[in-house]
């Protein structure tokens, strides 16, 4: 799996836009861009994942640049709920088993 | 909705004891994971299975080992805990697995946390 690198914190204010990074500039053109979330004393729980194209679902958007090499996961109204640890992984399939870094801490603030 | 469930939140137990964590899925999932969480090293790979009676070891198997009689129920065994195994146990699962290049998403429980004392 390639290796990813994310900002170790990043504030949000409540109701704005929250994007978090990611660089995983060694990917592999199988290798999906996955992002999970692990709020505090619970599972990490899948938020959304992509291979080229944008994605957008009920939680979040992906947008992947175009060489494939970064990735920003965009919760578009930040509640105080989305507080969390939020993991971005590449990996060829979710089957595999996942490879966690340290993640990005967000704070979401009233 | 998928549910991963694991036997217990918090559970006490005392060095040398052997200590069965279970986790059960309701959705037919192939392939089931056994990670544990530590502060500052993140989540670690212990064992997986992807079929019955199949196991694989992970990153970190020693002092563990794993069953698999059903496909719904994959187990965790520490034969002799000590308490460097104090840590959080999460379990998760997945659809498909690992030689289907399918992107599907793991599952995850809500955690066990084991204090050895």
């Known amino acids: 799996d390639a290796k990813t690198t994310q900002p170790p914190s990043m504030d949000c204010a409540e109701g704005r836009a929250a994007n978090l990074p990611c660089n995983h500039s060694?990917?592999?053109?199988?290798?999906?861009v996955y992002w999970y979330r692990q709020i505090h004393s619970q599972g990490p729980q899948y938020i959304i994942h992509?291979?080229?194209n944008n994605e957008t679902n009920e939680m979040a958007s992906l947008i992947i640049t175009e060489d494939r090499k970064s990735s920003t996961l965009i919760l578009p109204h930040a509640t105080l709920r989305d507080t969390a640890v939020y993991y971005c992984i590449a990996t060829p399939s979710g089957n595999t088993p996942l490879v966690f870094g340290k993640g990005t801490r967000l704070s979401v603030i009233a | 909705d998928v549910k991963v469930t694991q036997s217990s939140r918090y559970l006490v137990k005392r060095t040398g004891e052997k200590v069965f964590l279970e986790c059960v899925q309701d959705m037919d999932h192939e392939n089931m994971f056994w990670y544990r969480q530590d502060p500052g090293l993140g989540l670690r790979l212990i064992y997986f299975s992807y079929d019955v009676k199949m196991k694989e070891k992970g990153d970190i198997p020693e002092g563990y080992s794993v069953s698999r009689e059903k496909k719904e129920r994959f187990s965790l065994i520490l034969e002799s805990a000590s308490t460097n195994q104090t840590s959080m146990y999460l379990c998760?699962?997945?659809?498909?697995?690992?030689?289907?290049?399918?992107?599907?998403?793991?599952?995850f429980g809500p955690g066990t946390r084991l204090t050895v004392l």
């Open positions: 998760a699962s997945s659809l498909l697995g690992p030689w289907r290049e399918v992107p599907h998403e793991q599952f």
């Open positions: 060694t990917i592999s053109g199988n290798e999906y």
């Open positions: 992509g291979l080229k």
